[in-house]
């Protein structure tokens, strides 16, 4: 993989859109180069929440889904400088880049 960030819609929804410090329902799984997963919410059953434009999950989320609307399925493709990094994090060894199938399930921001 090379150092840049790839964003590939695989459906584009028509609902709010991702702004920074908006507060994002997602459902998304998690590969490793090598095709093996290394995280899922659909496996946990529960959606995962998170803000997006303030560093609290990595960079490739903050910047892959900006824009992306409510109902849309998105797949990101990290480089390692991106995700983690030089950190081993669970069963992500260090310098890993990482692919993620991400779909958008609700977007809150301070006017809602």
């Not at 919410?41 to 409510?70: A, E, H, N, T, Y």
Request: net charge negative; glycine share 14%.
């Amino acid at each position: 993989m090379d150092n840049e960030l790839h964003i590939t819609d695989l459906h584009e929804g028509d609902g709010k859109a991702v702004v920074k410090g908006a507060l994002i329902t997602t459902q998304y799984t998690g590969w490793l180069a090598d095709g093996s997963e290394f995280d899922s919410s659909w496996s946990r059953g529960k959606p995962f929440q998170c803000v997006i434009g303030s560093g609290r999950v990595i960079k490739g989320w903050d910047l892959g889904l900006m824009g992306m609307r409510v109902g849309g399925k998105r797949r990101l493709k990290v480089p390692a400088h991106l995700g983690y990094g030089e950190r081993s994090v669970g069963s992500i060894p260090p310098n890993s880049d990482l692919e993620f199938e991400i779909e958008l399930l609700e977007v809150l921001t301070r006017d809602d």
